[in-house]
């Protein structure tokens, strides 16, 4: 293998995993190929406009500028590269189910141009088993006769989006490889750009943990919503219930409520895991339950919120202020504000919405702070959202962010 190719990476899906990780493996020394399928992406992203908040313009083109980074729609750049890593998405279907598509397209697509030697990594979530029974089986059938020798490894991302404490540099990484030979090769890669790397027996192990993880939160995150509708209705404050049980120095980890979880990691993937218990004869009843009182969480909160309405003219008008999943983000993928939309207006309520990341969300446009509402309600904290304006008003303040309390007129989930 020439010293060029020992050095090219290529990366499959230039998202929000993917393009963090070629900018991180660009500071490490990689040249990196970007491919995506998505031509019109490749485009932004070869002119130099990053689709990711958390990429400057800056970086990237310095990046393309140098030479160490190109995206490309021709999968068979990877020809070129000593490591492939995919990061494609793993969503739900319309059952709620794993969809594997686009990872299966994926491995079909490099697998006919993969060289002899290359190491191939899958960074995308998914259940215990896929890197061994989904994406090998794929690559082996359709490679090129002389590329005999492969190695593989499962290493699932856990990068935070807007997240800027943790990144791809001090965040430990998983790797969890298919034999020695790949465990040493996805180790060495992991340790260019990364300061931790934890290498674990089997790709399953790494596989499963990377569920374990997103299912933590949402389970404890389902968790203290039901606790604060529990509270409420007793009138007990949650917040400071959730205070004072985090004065326990050990064996507590304080969760607030909000609206919901969404994203593409927290409402997903425990339900990979949920899957792949029933299709092992099993019943994770316990993430089932957390996913099903996930759901119900906005329809509690459109309810409060149209109680602090004070006026009774109809409809009540209700302003969402950041729709994003998360702060810091303009990703809406699997938001909750969608179902709190949905619960608003099922309630007869006329309802807009405002997010200085957003620029338009379900076919409809943001409104400004001097739309007049009836109550408004804080549903993700993004930088750059004034309620005072809308307390100047003395209009009511759902906030379910837990960053507002203590203002008059607003009141904390
Ligand atoms: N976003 C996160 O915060 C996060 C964190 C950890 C893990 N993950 C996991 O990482 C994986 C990728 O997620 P993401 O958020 O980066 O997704 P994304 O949607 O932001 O990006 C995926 C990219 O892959 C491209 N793509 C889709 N199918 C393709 C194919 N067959 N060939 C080439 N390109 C293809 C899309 O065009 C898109 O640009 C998922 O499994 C996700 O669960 C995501």
Redesign the pocket.
């Known amino acids: 293998m020439s010293a060029q190719k020992t050095q090219t990476l290529a990366i499959?899906?230039?998202?929000?995993?993917?393009?963090p990780l070629a900018m991180a493996a660009v500071r490490a020394g990689w040249s990196v190929i970007g491919?995506?399928?998505?031509e019109a992406?490749v485009s932004q992203i070869n002119s130099g406009s990053s689709?990711?908040e958390d990429i400057s313009d800056d970086q990237l083109q310095s990046a393309i500028t140098n030479g160490r980074y190109r995206a490309t729609?021709d999968?068979s750049a990877v020809s070129e590269a000593s490591v492939i890593t995919?990061?494609?998405?793993?969503?739900l279907d319309e059952r709620r189910e794993p969809d594997l598509?686009?990872?299966?397209?994926?491995a079909?697509?490099?697998a006919p141009y993969i060289s002899n030697e290359t190491l191939v990594v899958s960074?995308?979530?998914?259940y215990p088993g896929t890197l061994r029974d989904v994406i090998i089986p794929i690559i082996n059938e359709l490679k090129p006769k002389d590329s005999k020798y492969l190695y593989f490894a499962s290493a699932?991302?856990?990068?935070?989006?807007g997240d800027s404490i943790w990144n791809q540099r001090n965040t430990p990484r998983l790797v969890g490889a298919l034999d020695l030979a790949s465990n040493e090769r996805a180790l060495t890669f992991y340790k260019s750009i990364c300061d931790y790397v934890v290498s674990v027996s089997t790709p399953e192990v790494a596989e499963a943990a990377?569920l374990l993880e997103n299912t933590f939160r949402l389970v404890n995150i389902a968790l203290i919503n039901e606790f604060t509708q529990l509270c409420s209705a007793n009138d007990i404050n949650v917040h400071e219930v959730i205070d004072a049980a985090s004065s326990k120095p050990y064996g507590f980890m304080p969760f607030r409520p909000g609206v919901g979880v969404g994203?593409?990691?927290i409402p997903?993937?425990p339900l990979y895991l949920t899957w792949w218990a029933r299709t092992g004869g099993q019943v994770a009843s316990l993430v089932e339950c957390s996913d099903e009182i996930s759901n119900e969480m906005p329809i509690y909160v459109a309810k409060r919120a149209l109680a602090l309405a004070k006026s009774s003219a109809t409809p009540i008008k209700v302003l969402i202020m950041g729709v994003a999943y998360k702060p810091g983000v303009g990703?809406v993928?699997e938001t909750p504000a969608s179902a709190l939309r949905a619960a608003l207006l099922a309630n007869g309520a006329e309802v807009a919405w405002m997010d200085p990341l957003v620029p338009h969300w379900e076919g409809t446009k943001p409104v400004d702070v001097t739309w007049t509402c009836d109550v408004a309600i804080v549903a993700t904290n993004q930088p750059g959202l004034e309620i005072k304006p809308l307390l100047a008003k003395q209009i009511p303040v759902l906030d379910c962010t837990n960053h507002y309390g203590g203002l008059p007129g607003v009141e904390l989930l």
């Open positions: 499959i899906g230039q998202g929000y995993v993917g393009l491919v995506d399928n998505f992406k689709p990711v729609t999968f995919i990061c494609v998405p793993t969503p598509s686009l990872l299966r397209s994926a079909k697509g490099i960074e995308s979530t998914s699932p991302e856990r990068v935070n989006p990377k994203g593409h990691c997903v993937d990703d993928r």
